[in-house]
């Protein structure tokens, strides 16, 4: 189980494949790697492939200080520059897209592209911040588990919700999400709810790396306005709505996203 040090934290990764090229994935809130499994099994054959833990989620240990959105970006800046040789693909699914948003912002050396999923370039807006933060006041009291009946529909769509052939994974999915540190939660959820609004700043970039956006077609907390907002913010940036998928596309239609995204590597070189 690799760990690596970053700020006296140890972020959990791993790393397969070999090729020219690395990809990087970043997961969502109340996720972990796993989410990945389809892309990282495909993508290994043909890229160096790396996928990590963020802080409080997965085998990266809790959080019991608190922290911010740039902590996170941190967090990413460190591991590419200690695990990867050159730029990379990075593949960040909601809070991974926030972090290689503002990641290529910081450190544009460090991307070779931006394939973002389920995320935004905004802020929250005053009203969703304050329902998320009612939320979290929650979670302070009776951890997550109580409150999944209101956090699944949010992170999962219908379909793969109610899809009979996959109840297995879904229930293993639960299961992790009821498990996890209410104090990392709540914090991890802090830090991501609070953050800036950096459209402007894209925007005025004038030499934006190859950016594919995709959002699932149900997704509720970064719906397809949000996505087609970030589009419009990212010069030359390509989107694709993602059918049968809420906010977690990646996981819930694997095959469609596993595709879009060969696509789009195939189209740099």
């Known amino acids: 189980m690799p760990k690596i040090e970053i700020n006296g ?17 970043s997961h969502g809130y109340l996720m972990r790697h796993q989410m990945f499994e389809a892309q990282i099994g495909a993508f290994s054959k043909s890229h160096r492939v790396i996928a990590f833990d963020h802080r409080g989620h997965g085998d990266s240990g809790t959080c019991q200080q608190a922290f911010g959105m740039y902590d996170l970006v941190d967090d990413a800046e460190q591991l590419i ?17 926030y972090v290689g948003l503002r990641l ?15 995320t935004g ?8 911040l304050k329902q998320y933060n009612q939320l979290l006041f929650f979670v302070r009291l009776v951890g997550i588990r109580p409150l999944l009946g209101k956090v699944l529909p949010l992170l999962f769509g219908p ?39 950096v459209q402007d700043a894209l925007r005025a ?6 950016t594919l956006i995709m959002v699932g ?20 940036s390509e989107l694709i709505s993602v059918p049968e998928a809420g906010h977690t596309s990646p ?17 740099q070189t």
């Open 9 to 25: 934290r140890l972020l959990h990764y791993v790393a397969t494949g070999t090729g020219e090229d690395t990809i990087v994935f």
């Open 81 to 97: 520059e200690g695990l990867c040789d050159g730029p990379v693909h990075f593949a960040g699914m909601s809070t991974g897209g």
């Open 104 to 118: 290529l912002l910081r450190r544009p050396d460090l991307i070779k592209s931006l394939i973002l999923m389920d």
């Open 121 to 128: 370039a905004n802020a929250e807006s005053p009203a969703t």
């Open 159 to 197: 379909t793969f919700r109610s899809d009979p052939a996959r109840q297995a994974e879904f229930f293993q999915l639960k299961s992790y999400i009821g498990r996890l540190d209410r104090t990392s939660v709540r914090l991890f959820g802090r830090a991501i709810f609070d953050r800036d609004d």
């Open 205 to 210: 970039l004038k030499n934006a790396p190859p």
């Open 217 to 236: 077609e149900d997704d509720i907390p970064t719906p397809p306005a949000t996505a087609q907002a970030m589009h419009e913010a990212i010069r030359g």
């Open 251 to 267: 996981l819930e239609n694997p095959s469609f996203v596993t595709e879009a995204i060969d696509r789009f590597l195939k189209h």
